[in-house]
């Protein structure tokens, strides 16, 4: 099992110490600070383009001033905003989604997600510092991640081990108790006269509709493959 570090990650040992001393001195506090972030998050996008992207914005900002990038105002710096956007996006709609369910030991709470870029050490960290008592575990695709103790471990998973492990009982076999009470709640402001599929669409990618509990506790579901096969009949 690999102990996972951002320090130590591979994708952010390249040096641009030198760079970034150049843009701090030659710009505000404020900026400089949102333009790191910005840098951190593009760093972590799984694009094979992103270095040349990265490179490019990070010459404009020596060039040209700082506020010529946040501003977005060329090609490259409105493609080195998207990386960042892409990877805050993810990060974002990950810890919105993820139900953490306990498993009935050793105090784990488990989750499942898909994920593009590499942003699983931040949704951990989320979670950690969300439940510090418990283990967290969380399936990202064919790894898993677990934290404990402040530290974050990643192996890969191995198909026959995860058939046994269901076999076992080791997934979540216990509904999360705040499940029903947001349910609840979501029963008291549901109206089905209103309900919009396209704008569903847009909010909610269709990718993550399987770990949003409320669309397959009012069908909500089968209503957009419904509506989808009707759309494509047209067609």
């Known amino acids: 099992m690999e102990q996972l570090s951002f320090i130590d ?26 333009f790191r972030k910005e840098l951190f998050f593009a760093l972590l996008n799984k694009s094979t383009q992103k ?4 490179d490019q914005a990070i010459q404009q900002a020596k060039e040209k001033g700082l506020s010529y990038v946040l501003c977005k105002v060329s090609d490259a710096a409105r493609r080195f905003h998207r990386l ?26 488990f989750g499942e997600f898909e994920i593009k870029h590499q942003t699983g050490e931040m949704i951990m ?3 950690m510092k969300r439940f ?6 969380i399936v990202f695709g064919e790894e898993v991640y677990i934290g404990r103790n402040k530290e974050i471990y990643r ?11 269901e076999k076992m009982g080791l997934s979540p076999a216990i509904k999360d108790e705040y499940e029903k009470y947001w349910l609840a709640f979501y029963r ?14 847009r909010m909610i990618p269709k990718k993550y509709w399987k770990w949003v509990t409320e669309l397959k506790e009012f069908n909500l579901l089968c209503s957009t493959n419904a509506a989808n096969g009707a759309l494509e009949n047209k067609r």
């Open 125 to 127: 960290l989320h979670f």
């Open 51 to 54: 270095y040349r992207i990265i």
């Open 132 to 137: 510090p008592r418990f283990n967290i575990m």
């Open 84 to 109: 960042a956007r892409e990877v805050g996006a993810e990060r974002y709609r990950a810890t919105a989604f993820i139900r953490l369910q306990p498993i009935d030991q050793q105090k784990v709470l």
């Open 155 to 165: 192996e890969k998973i191995d198909p026959a081990c995860r058939q046994a492990g």
């Open 188 to 201: 008291s402001q549901f109206i089905p006269e209103r309900k919009n599929l396209r704008y569903l669409k």
């Open 9 to 34: 990650k591979d994708d952010l040992k390249r040096d641009f110490d030198q760079d970034i001393r150049e843009i701090k001195a030659s710009t505000d506090r404020e900026a400089f600070q949102l």
